[in-house]
T-cell receptor, first 115, second 113 residues
Framework: AQTVTQSQPEMSVQEAETVTLSCTYD???????LFWYKQPPSRQMILVIR??????QNATENRFSVNFQKAAKSFSLKISDSQLGDAAMYFC????????????FGKGTSLLVTP | ETGVTQTPRHLVMGMTNKKSLKCEQH?????MYWYKQSAKKPLELMFV???????ENNSVPSRFSPECPNSSHLFLHLHTLQPEDSALYLC????????????FGSGTRLTVV
């Protein structure tokens, strides 16, 4: 079974600063996808960014970027120029490629953004 | 409009009650999912329906019974629940085997008393 580990239960960042959230995963598969989801107090999980394992280039979406280290099985999320609206729970998730359906999630990191 | 709508938003039920959670998606997806989110735990996949057929069931107790009458609707029927079943129940949808992840609803906060 694939496991996803987020070792930081809580993180704090000052507005306009940069913060990095950590995620590691365990798999024997070579084809898979990785995701970061954001869950604000409204409870809806929102896709922030995704990465295909076969791509070496790190994904970026505006202020959000990842550092994907396949050999180390690490997938960290960097948030630049943090905004108050970035405060939320952030979940790292893994999904097998090919026949896989299920998203496997980590326990999440609570991000606090201070003015 | 999120594309995936869950009702009710909150539900309090006794252990002997029977209730149902509803999920509806308007995205043209053909796969739907139920997840359970408890405090301090990773999201747990409960059920997967693809093309209205259940394709994955992670050994969920029989007091939870899913139903998928068509590709747009998904239900979770609840009966004789336990207090430890109190959690946020999230519905999601996707194109089956699509690599773009899921679209989630806002969940039903269930409290069993």
């Amino acid at each position: 079974a694939q496991t996803v580990t987020q070792s930081q239960p809580e993180m704090s960042v000052q507005e306009a600063e940069t913060v990095t959230l950590s995620c590691t995963y365990d798999t024997s598969e070579s084809d898979y996808y990785l995701f970061w989801y954001k869950q604000p107090p409204s409870r809806q999980m929102i896709l922030v960014i995704r990465q295909e394992a076969y791509k070496q280039q790190n994904a970026t979406e505006n202020r959000f970027s990842v550092n994907f280290q396949k050999a180390a099985k690490s997938f960290s999320l960097k948030i630049s120029d943090s905004q108050l609206g970035d405060a939320a729970m952030y979940f790292c998730a893994y999904r097998r490629g090919n026949s896989g359906y299920a998203l496997n999630f980590g326990k999440g990191t609570s991000l606090l953004v201070t003015p | 409009e999120t594309g995936v709508t869950q009702t009710p938003r909150h539900l309090v039920m006794g252990m002997t009650n029977k209730k149902s959670l509803k999920c509806e998606q308007h995205l043209g997806h053909n796969a739907m999912y139920w997840y359970k989110q408890s405090a301090k735990k990773p999201l747990e996949l409960m059920f997967v329906y693809s093309l209205e057929e259940r394709v994955e069931n992670n050994s969920v107790p029989s007091r939870f019974s899913p139903e998928c009458p068509n590709s747009s609707h998904l239900f979770l029927h609840l009966h004789t629940l336990q207090p430890e079943d109190s959690a946020l129940y999230l519905c999601a949808s996707s194109q089956a085997r699509d690599s773009y992840g899921y679209t989630f609803g806002s969940g039903t906060r269930l409290t069993v008393v």
